[in-house]
């Protein structure tokens, strides 16, 4: 098999005054050529965006190593994290503090495993304070508000991805999170996984059983489980289009690669308007969440 290796860090934030932030860090082995990749998505109050893209390896930090070394950098430890990135005309630098505990759903974090590769997903932070700065050459923002981090990491190489469509999402809704998670894949299956999670000590809600429902233009979605109801609505699409086009694919090689051997996946991330209803109770505050398809029948 190719030998192939992925692993992606996501973060984002959606401020107390309408900024809209998520960061990837990810770093690729393709062949044995390490590759890296950092990018920076901001969507201003206003509605103005701010973009960077580092193609560079990706800087990871323990608690006990220095950060005085490094521009860019992402240092995590249990419970917190510090994003930092300095681009040529725009600097980051977030720190998260976990709300609640962190969620590994599936089988330790692996959602799916087949002669010998293997994709899994952890969620170190469902929902965290983040205060932080964000500059540009003439303009400063200090930002707080609530955001998420996860991680990917998958072994299968772009042409033999598994899946279909995924369908992801986060909604901070008062004192409840939820976060889910919907792989179909190829071969006519599908596996989810949700977290219904609150600042108190009310033990979490891990569930495989619920279903989404939205119309074409992903205007209007509901997720219902039997306990709980979320009611999605569309404000902003924050990115769309093929995803090897997007600065999330680190090396202009692999992305042609991909685009010619894969099914060339396209995404659609949004921010919406979040309705929780749990018992008789509702909880109002915002969602991100995104829907990736797969076009295998298009590449073949």
């Not at 505990?101 to 899994?120: F, I």
């Amino acid at each position: 098999m190719f030998p192939f290796y992925l692993r992606k860090w996501y973060l984002d934030l959606i401020s107390d005054d309408g900024i809209v932030l998520y960061l990837y860090f990810i770093a690729t082995r393709s062949a044995g050529i390490p590759g890296g990749n950092i990018s920076a998505h901001v969507v201003l109050a206003d509605g103005n965006a701010l973009g960077a893209v580092l193609n560079r390896r990706v800087t990871l930090l323990d608690s006990k190593q220095s950060a005085a070394c490094a521009r860019n950098l992402l240092a995590n430890k249990p419970g917190s994290s510090h994003a930092h990135l300095e681009f040529p005309r725009l600097a980051i630098d977030l720190h998260y503090c976990a709300k609640a505990g962190a969620w590994t759903p599936g089988n330790g974090g692996v959602l799916l495993q087949k002669n010998g590769a293997y994709l899994s997903w952890n969620v170190p932070l469902p929902a965290a304070d983040v205060e932080g700065v964000i500059r540009t050459d003439t303009q400063e923002w200090r930002v707080r508000g609530t955001g998420y981090q996860d991680m990917v990491e998958m072994t299968f190489p772009p042409w033999r991805v598994p899946i279909a469509e995924l369908i992801w999402g986060r909604a901070h809704c008062g004192i409840y999170t939820v976060v889910y998670d919907r792989l179909k894949l190829r071969d006519g299956a599908c596996l989810q996984y949700l977290l219904l999670q609150s600042d108190d000590d009310v033990a979490p809600c891990e569930s495989q059983a619920f279903t989404i429902e939205s119309d074409a233009g992903d205007q209007k979605c509901m997720l219902r489980h039997k306990d709980f109801v979320l009611n999605l609505t569309q404000k902003q699409i924050l990115a769309q289009g093929e995803i090897a086009s997007g600065g999330q694919i680190p090396s202009r090689l692999l992305r042609n690669f991909l685009k010619r051997s894969s099914g060339n996946p396209s995404e659609k991330k949004m921010i919406s308007a979040a309705e929780l209803y749990v018992g008789e109770r509702s909880f109002h505050g915002w969602a991100i969440h995104e829907r990736v398809t797969w076009h295998w029948k298009e590449n073949r």
